[in-house]
């Protein structure tokens, strides 16, 4: 197993909640082993995920 760390861009849905963010990543087929907002705008979420690859 690997990790590799990556930056994604999530549409920001003004309700940012755990669960959006995690089911967002799954949608992008990440399966994060922990990941953080780093940046927020009017329309994106910045966030960076560290992504357990197989």
């Known amino acids: 197993m690997?990790?590799?760390?990556?930056l994604v861009e999530i549409p920001?849905?003004?309700n940012p909640t755990t669960e959006y963010f995690e089911e967002e990543?799954?949608?992008l087929n990440i399966n994060?082993?922990?990941?953080?907002v780093?940046?927020?705008?009017?329309k994106i979420y910045t966030v960076s995920v560290a992504n357990?690859?197989?």
């Open 25 to 27: 990543l799954t949608k």
């Open 38 to 42: 780093v940046h927020v705008s009017d």
């Open 32 to 36: 994060p082993l922990r990941w953080a």
């Open 2 to 6: 690997q990790v590799e760390s990556i």
């Open 12 to 14: 920001n849905n003004e």
């Open 52 to 54: 357990l690859k197989e």
